[in-house]
């Protein structure tokens, strides 16, 4: 008995450390390094985003956006190692029957721009984002890199606690730099 009212405590005390100066409007999710990105990725690649579309969920429960994504260069686990050409993303959110649902702090893409995203796979052959914004690089007309990381409260671990941290300025980089640095963390050949 003591054992669980100790970590009831232990686990209240750490909830209200995380909303300790969280914003109000913001996702709180654990900072990953590139490195972990791509180790947690099935799929990394530079796409050209196509049309979406806004439906609701199999189980009525939340409004999805499912959105064709069109590899340009597979990075890791992608068209050329049999992967799908064409990737079909979905996201919780959007408007759909006059209702509208979002997740703060996820990524979002607009028809015909070029990015590299991190992706894990989900059921129906369909594809998730690996980690909320921080799975997409956008990359603009002048062929620079850089996420936008808005909506998200970001924590890291420090043994077995989360600690917030401060959301890290965000690098703006060659997307040949980007796409290099992918490949050499996933290891391919």
């Known amino acids: 008995m003591k054992r669980s009212v100790n970590a009831v405590l232990s686990l209240?005390?750490?909830?209200?450390?995380?909303?300790?100066?969280?914003?109000?409007?913001?996702?709180?999710?654990?900072?990953?390094?590139?490195?972990?990105?791509?180790?947690?990725?099935?799929?990394?690649?530079?796409?050209?985003?196509?049309?979406?579309?806004?439906?609701?969920?199999?189980?009525?429960?939340?409004?999805?956006?499912?959105?064709?994504?069109?590899?340009?260069?597979?990075?890791?686990?992608?068209?050329?190692?049999?992967?799908?050409?064409?990737?079909l993303l979905e996201q919780i959110g959007g408007t759909y029957n006059g209702k509208t649902q979002r997740v703060l702090g996820d990524a979002s893409l607009s028809q015909?721009?070029?990015?590299?995203?991190?992706?894990?796979?989900?059921d129906k052959g369909r594809w998730h984002f690996?980690?909320?914004?921080?799975?997409?690089?956008?990359?603009?007309?002048?062929?620079?890199a850089r996420r936008s990381l808005e909506g998200l409260h970001l924590v890291?671990?420090?043994?077995?606690?989360l600690v917030p941290t401060h959301t890290p300025a965000e690098e703006i980089e060659p997307v040949e730099s980007l796409m290099t640095d992918v490949v050499r963390l996933a290891g391919v050949k």
């Open 130 to 144: 690996t980690a909320l914004a921080m799975s997409v690089y956008h990359v603009d007309t002048k062929g620079l």
């Open 156 to 161: 890291r671990r420090n043994g077995g606690a």
């Open 12 to 87: 209240s005390a750490a909830a209200a450390l995380l909303c300790l100066g969280a914003p109000a409007d913001a996702t709180t999710a654990v900072l990953l390094s590139r490195e972990e990105l791509v180790r947690k990725s099935a799929t990394v690649a530079r796409v050209t985003v196509g049309k979406s579309y806004t439906t609701e969920s199999e189980d009525g429960r939340s409004i999805v956006t499912r959105t064709e994504l069109r590899v340009t260069q597979p990075l890791k686990g992608g068209a050329d190692s049999g992967g799908p050409k064409v990737i």
């Open 112 to 122: 015909g721009e070029d990015a590299v995203v991190f992706l894990r796979p989900g």
